[in-house]
């Protein structure tokens, strides 16, 4: 069975998540042995309108917050 083009991924569907941010400056990769480290671009803004104004930073400081329940 043969596949049409309309089923294959496009290019850039097929790239990493985090080249994308990378691309559009949201974060930077650096090397560290044969692990990638990412960074954060301190002061990157959303992009849609309905986010605009709001930097990055802040929802992922919100999502990395510990909501996990105190052990006794």
């Known amino acids: ?3 049409s083009p309309a089923d294959s991924p ?7 998540p985090l ?3 990378e691309a559009d ?3 930077s990769r650096s090397r560290d042995g044969r692990r ?4 954060t671009a301190e002061g990157a803004m959303f992009r849609h309108p309905a986010e605009a104004g ?3 930073a802040g929802l992922l ?3 990395a917050e ?3 329940p105190l052990t006794r």
């Open 54 to 56: 709001h930097e990055v």
């Open 36 to 39: 990638n480290r990412y960074e």
């Open 1 to 3: 069975m043969s596949r």
């Open 25 to 27: 400056g949201y974060l």
């Open 66 to 68: 510990d909501t996990s």
């Open 10 to 16: 496009s290019g850039r569907s097929r790239r990493s």
């Open 61 to 63: 400081s919100l999502l």
């Open 19 to 21: 080249a994308d941010l």
